[in-house]
């Protein structure tokens, strides 16, 4: 019986110091701090600023890449639909975007807006242009309209109502381009002027 008792204290002083290097060093792990990994992304902010009775100009009249063909034809930008259709030989493709204007007001204000019948466009580092007709707007969902005749062209007669609460509104104007048998290659740039009353 003693000398098993013997034999059995190194044992136990043995699993009890293998048992205390374990806690210590289970101490020692949990009171070393976690590392942190901190990473970091750069973003962007924009911001368009409307003035009381203005108007900004957030997106340019643009029909696209045109490639021309033995007879004349166009291209139609629906300022509603956002399409664009063609006629006669020609092909386009790439962008297809109405000029976009924003205006600011109050609500239930009366506007009257007035585009051009035409715009002109002129090859860049060339005399050669083309022609853009039958301007029309599309003024929905933020101005409603309210009567009078034509299509804002001249005069501006037709009448609209700025349906927002916080009087900023938005409306479009599309376009159809004529372009012209084997019309010269070229980037084709030109300006018009939108007019808003505020009433």
């Not at 205390?20 to 990473?39: C, D, G, N």
């Not at 009775?53 to 956002?82: H, M, S």
């Amino acid at each position: 019986m003693n000398r098993g008792k013997l034999t059995s204290q190194p044992f136990e002083r043995l699993i009890r110091a293998h048992c205390a290097a374990l806690v210590a060093a289970l101490a020692m792990h949990s009171a070393s701090p976690v590392r942190a990994q901190v990473v970091v992304a750069s973003g962007s902010a924009e911001a368009v600023v409307v003035s009381p009775l203005a108007l900004v100009a957030n997106e340019a009249l643009n029909f696209g890449r045109v490639a021309p063909g033995a007879a004349a034809g166009t291209v139609l930008l629906n300022p509603d639909t956002l399409a664009c259709t063609t006629t006669g030989p020609i092909a386009r493709a790439g962008v297809c975007q109405p000029a976009e204007f924003t205006g600011m007001g109050t609500r239930r204000m009366t506007v009257r807006i007035q585009i051009p019948t035409t715009v002109t466009l002129t090859r860049v580092g060339g005399p050669q242009t083309m022609t853009v007709t039958g301007l029309a707007l599309d003024t929905t969902p933020d101005l409603t309209f309210q009567g009078g005749n034509g299509n804002g062209l001249g005069s501006g007669n037709r009448r609209y109502q700025i349906a927002p609460t916080s009087g900023i509104f938005t409306f479009r104007v599309g376009g159809t381009l004529n372009v012209g048998a084997n019309q010269p290659g070229g980037v084709y740039n030109g300006s018009f002027v939108v007019t808003v009353q505020y009433q």
